[in-house]
């Protein structure tokens, strides 16, 4: 099972992320906590990457290729993973795929579509931000990442719906609800 996550930032990945892979046994890598986590360490990675964080921009493609490729290559990897953050677009799509080849591991399996409206991501994101005082979450850094969002990764929905790996479920709802259409998906 190699699952990358796709919807807008709020959408519910990291969540169903994190249950999915307790529940299938296999690693979640999430780009933005491992970048958040570089932020918070202070790493040279995070130094690069905070600037264009605090703008709601996307972190060069370099950085993120290193963080992927790192962590795919490890053990827990061989058996299955699931992707949360990455690819966002169709170019970082096919460098996944050389990755993969490149480490001698099957393609992605599963594309996992959360579809949630927009101003039900602002509203999520507000109150998350408010909760866990999340400087990346301001209205206006927001609505830069949705707006991001729509233009570069959405198209991977049709990527990966050519392929017949694309799966979209409704992201609205009870958690344990959204993750039962989601076991039931896969």
């Not at 058996?79 to 001698?104: H, T």
Request: aromatic fraction near 4%; proline fraction near 3%; charge should be positive.
């Amino acid at each position: 099972m190699r699952i990358v996550l796709l919807g807008a930032p709020g959408s519910g990945k990291g969540t169903q992320g994190e249950k999915m892979a307790a529940h299938f046994g296999i690693p979640k890598l999430s780009t933005g906590d491992a970048l958040r986590a570089a932020v918070a360490a202070g790493t040279e990675l995070g130094k690069k990457a905070k600037a264009t964080m605090d703008a709601g921009k996307l972190v060069a493609n370099e950085l993120v290729y290193g963080i992927v490729e790192e962590r795919l290559a490890q053990p827990d990897a061989k058996k299955g993973f699931i992707l949360d953050g990455f690819p966002r677009n169709i170019a970082q799509a096919d460098v996944l795929e050389g990755m993969l080849s490149k480490l001698k591991a099957p393609s992605i399996s599963t594309a996992l579509h959360l579809h949630v409206e927009d101003e039900e991501i602002i509203t999520r994101l507000h109150s998350r931000a408010l909760k866990e005082g999340r400087a990346d979450d301001t209205e206006d850094v927001i609505r830069k990442r949705i707006e991001i969002y729509n233009a570069d990764t959405s198209p991977l929905l049709d990527y990966y719906k050519k392929q017949g790996k694309l799966v979209t479920l409704e992201g609205k709802g009870e958690l344990e609800v959204i993750f039962k259409r989601i076991v039931a998906a896969l």
